[in-house]
């Protein structure tokens, strides 16, 4: 079931907002209606890239429970992973229950963010989320949350209900000892969130990539899975610097309201981000338009 959940390629979409602060299903149907027409089947909502920190546990419901009917529908036997990432515990588990009533297939789950723990806490709290009877997969992103070490990975990959990881350190050495510690373990999958990295994670073994990029270029990290699967080495880095190329957009503006802006120019999601991000200017957004342009036919809406 893990190659099913993890496998691949997973879109960390962006969460589509009616105004600041304020998922909409409704708001997200041009996306999701573009995401099934490239092909994708595994979405993750609420992880970085979702602004997932930054929507309140409570506003998270309905958006989570129309999202997964509507790409049931889409996408029959399509995923929907959902990031319950958390300072604490305690916070992680209520953000846990409107994910699994919405019908969530796995939830999402980095190490406690803002202070530093240690490794049996770190275990501990990913424990704590066996009780809800969904997959977990771990979410090693050392910029924002305490850092996965050694001691903390194998006692996670212990753990039964958790099935997968995605590495976002950038770290080619943890990225091994995660594939490593995988083995011992058929039914868990590694996956490279780093977009810099994709190619180099697929040789060294992940079974999956999770680029924030595929949120405007899905078919780039499809066919790079693709060209994996073919040995087409060539290809493979050829796409790899596209996909470099891509990432560059955010030096017009870094993180999601450059993506949102885009989105929004070809009618795909509102530019509306939770507070106190701000949407990207006019002249930012005509910035960005020019940066992806030559990325062709590989982006959701090339004609714009």
Not at 22 to 27: D, G, R
Not at 88 to 108: F, H, K, M, N
Not at 264 to 291: F, I, K, N
Request: net charge negative; proline share 10%; with cysteine.
């Amino acid at each position: 079931m893990s190659g099913d959940l993890l496998g691949g390629v997973v879109v960390p979409l962006v969460t589509a907002m009616e105004r600041p602060g304020l998922p909409s299903a409704q708001a997200a149907e041009p996306l999701l209606s573009a995401m099934a027409g490239a092909g994708v089947r595994r979405l993750m909502l609420f992880g970085s890239n979702g602004e997932g920190p930054l929507v309140p546990a409570d506003r998270t419901a309905g958006y989570v429970a129309g999202v997964v009917a509507r790409w049931r529908e889409l996408v029959p036997g399509g995923v929907i992973l959902v990031n319950v990432t958390a300072p604490g515990t305690d916070e992680a588990l209520l953000r846990a229950e409107p994910a699994a009533a919405g019908g969530a297939d796995a939830l999402v789950l980095s190490p406690p963010t803002y202070f530093r723990h240690r490794p049996d806490e770190v275990v501990a709290h990913y424990a704590a989320l066996g009780d809800h009877g969904l997959p977990v997969v771990a979410y090693n992103a050392p910029k924002y949350a305490t850092p996965l070490e050694q001691s903390s990975v194998d006692g996670i990959v212990a753990l039964r209900h958790v099935v997968g990881v995605k590495d976002s350190s950038g770290d080619p050495a943890m990225l091994a000892a995660l594939i490593a510690a995988a083995r011992s373990r058929p039914d868990f999958t590694v996956s490279q969130g780093d977009e810099r990295q994709l190619a180099a994670a697929l040789r060294a073994g992940a079974g999956g990539i999770v680029p924030g990029t595929a949120n405007l270029a899905p078919r780039l990290a499809i066919e790079m899975m693709d060209a994996h699967a073919a040995g087409d080495d060539t290809e493979l880095d050829r796409l790899q610097a596209l996909n470099t190329r891509l990432a560059a957009l955010h030096a017009v503006r870094p993180g999601v309201p450059a993506v949102k802006a885009l989105l929004a120019r070809w009618g795909l999601c509102p530019p509306h981000a939770a507070p106190p991000l701000a949407p990207c200017t006019p002249d930012e957004s005509r910035q960005l338009a020019e940066v992806v342009r030559p990325l062709g036919h590989y982006l959701l809406d090339p004609a714009t």
